[in-house]
């Protein structure tokens, strides 16, 4: 039997959840207060439309499912911004959950894009303030595609990474930093898990720096894939692991442009 596959990503946009963000905050209330502040939902908002909504709408291959899994406890000026922002486009859809525990919101949200028959599901994750090259989707099927036969069999899931990428550094008082990366582990921004249609698992079970102990991983550096913001409403400590700052800002600002549609000034600007 030819394998096919079909791909979905999910985003976190705001989950409340009891089981994340619980170790920062005494309780459920103090954790939506602190979520949904104006100025942390203006820059969230904006960042999403800008660089993430934005990189998955110039894929090349428009083949693929994104799921925005965010809160049903958001307040409605912001629900109804996030709406309007996805509506437009067919194989974005927005999902409101209920506070129930993290990892099981983002199981249903892989599981709410119905099966078409496909034998495989490439499974990617991305957060809401970072964004994915042009050729992302294309060259992850192609990938998945090529790895599977290389597996003890059809049913084993592995993983694939992309870990050469660009960074974008902001804090609240000293101007944007844009500096090159390649990373030695698995970043947030794009790791992939290709299983069986009715397999299990999925890119946000285990910490995408600990991929390689629990799935075969490839591992491509062959193009920036990764844009990564760093601010001050990062949920973790964005730490560089790897080659860091090898490029120059003239070779930095060609890959922007051709590998995510960016100048070097527009993304200093957000």
Same mark, same amino acid.
């Given at each position: 039997?030819?394998?096919?596959?079909?791909?979905?990503?999910?985003?976190?946009?705001?989950?409340?959840?009891?089981?994340?963000?619980?170790?920062?905050?005494?309780?459920?209330?103090?954790?939506?207060?602190?979520?949904?502040?104006?100025?942390?939902?203006?820059?969230?908002?904006?960042?999403?439309?800008?660089?993430?909504?934005?990189?998955?709408?110039?894929?090349?291959?428009?083949?693929?499912?994104?799921?925005?899994?965010?809160?049903?406890?958001?307040?409605?000026?912001?629900?109804?911004?996030?709406?309007?922002?996805?509506?437009?486009?067919?194989?974005?859809?927005?999902?409101?959950?209920?506070?129930?525990?993290?990892?099981?919101?983002?199981?249903?949200?892989?599981?709410?894009?119905?099966?078409?028959?496909?034998?495989?599901?490439?499974?990617?994750?991305?957060?809401?303030?970072?964004?994915? $090259?042009?050729?992302? *989707? =294309?060259?992850?099927?192609?990938?998945?595609? @090529? +790895?599977?036969?290389?597996?003890?069999? %059809?049913?084993?899931?592995?993983?694939?990474?992309?870990?050469?990428?660009?960074?974008?550094?902001?804090?609240?008082?000293?101007?944007?930093?844009?500096?090159?990366?390649?990373?030695?582990?698995?970043?947030?921004?794009?790791?992939?898990?290709?299983?069986?249609?009715?397999?299990?698992?999925?890119?946000?079970?285990?910490?995408?720096?600990?991929?390689?102990?629990?799935?075969?991983?490839?591992?491509?550096?062959?193009?920036?894939?990764?844009?990564?913001?760093?601010?001050?409403?990062?949920?973790?400590?964005?730490?560089?692991?790897?080659?860091?700052?090898?490029? $120059?800002?003239?070779? *930095? =600002?060609?890959?922007?442009?051709?590998?995510? @549609? +960016?100048?070097?000034?527009?993304?200093? %600007?957000?």
């Amino acid at each position: 039997m030819v394998a096919t596959f079909k791909t979905v990503g999910v985003v976190r946009f705001s989950v409340l959840s009891p089981t994340f963000n619980s170790d920062r905050y005494p309780s459920l209330e103090a954790v939506a207060e602190a979520l949904f502040a104006q100025d942390r939902m203006q820059l969230r908002l904006h960042l999403f439309e800008h660089l993430c909504l934005a990189s998955m709408l110039r894929q090349s291959d428009d083949d693929f499912t994104l799921v925005i899994a965010t809160s049903d406890r958001m307040p409605e000026p912001f629900l109804q911004q996030l709406a309007d922002m996805v509506a437009p486009h067919r194989n974005v859809l927005l999902q409101p959950y209920g506070p129930e525990n993290h990892f099981q919101i983002l199981k249903k949200a892989y599981a709410s894009v119905p099966e078409t028959g496909e034998s495989h599901r490439i499974l990617f994750r991305l957060d809401d303030d970072d964004a994915l $090259d042009g050729e992302f *989707i =294309a060259r992850t099927k192609r990938l998945a595609k @090529g +790895l599977l036969p290389l597996q003890v069999n %059809a049913e084993t899931p592995f993983a694939i990474s992309f870990n050469r990428g660009i960074y974008l550094v902001k804090s609240e008082t000293e101007p944007p930093r844009v500096v090159d990366s390649c990373e030695r582990a698995p970043l947030s921004v794009g790791p992939s898990v290709v299983r069986p249609v009715h397999g299990k698992g999925n890119p946000y079970r285990y910490n995408h720096r600990k991929f390689a102990q629990h799935y075969p991983l490839f591992s491509d550096i062959s193009v920036p894939a990764f844009l990564r913001t760093v601010h001050w409403d990062n949920h973790s400590t964005p730490a560089m692991m790897g080659l860091t700052g090898q490029q $120059d800002e003239a070779t *930095i =600002a060609g890959d922007l442009q051709r590998h995510f @549609g +960016l100048s070097l000034d527009a993304l200093k %600007a957000l």
